[in-house]
């Protein structure tokens, strides 16, 4: 049983389009589609996909608290949530004024008070190297099983 009350939830929060799929067509942008399709290949699944072996899941465009990130990556070990937040920036939305990037650091803060652990790529980087940021997204994930097993390591799985 899941304790709602110790660590806040994902819930549906539609996109600057208004949609709700996780569908990469329907991705703010092409680089988050690029992540999203990366993230699946690198062995993370949707949550409509079918019930096979993944490293987590992932809900893309949902909100955390009153914050919308692009993709909440959520994985249960021994019912214990874990909660990466993954954002893909674009230069003039997050990082051509002191005040975007002071916003964000704000927002990261704040995940993080939540229980997050909060990944952040830039939209060049994701660009020419979508699978190496999918796989320091699992690497991440990875570390913090581990930490909750008390040591035990998993492994990838094939997928």
Not at 19 to 44: K, N, Y
């Amino acid at each position: 049983m899941i304790n709602e009350e110790i660590y806040p939830f994902v819930v549906f929060f539609p996109n600057r389009n208004g949609c709700v799929s996780t569908d990469a067509e329907r991705s703010d942008s092409p680089v988050e589609a690029m992540m999203l399709r990366a993230l699946i290949d690198c062995g993370f699944r949707q949550p409509a996909s079918p019930a096979t072996p993944s490293l987590g899941t992932i809900y893309q465009q949902h909100r955390i608290d009153d914050l919308r990130v692009d993709f909440a990556i959520v994985r249960f070990v021994e019912d214990y949530p874990i909660g990466i937040a993954v954002e893909v920036d674009g230069y003039n939305f997050h990082q051509r004024t002191r005040e975007q990037v002071d916003r964000d650091n704000a927002r990261d803060n704040k995940l993080q008070r939540l229980g997050w652990t909060v990944l952040r790529y830039s939209g060049s980087r994701v660009h020419h190297d979508a699978m190496g940021c999918a796989l320091d997204v699992a690497d991440t994930l990875i570390e913090r099983v581990n930490r909750i097993q008390g040591g035990h390591i998993i492994e990838w799985v094939d997928v």
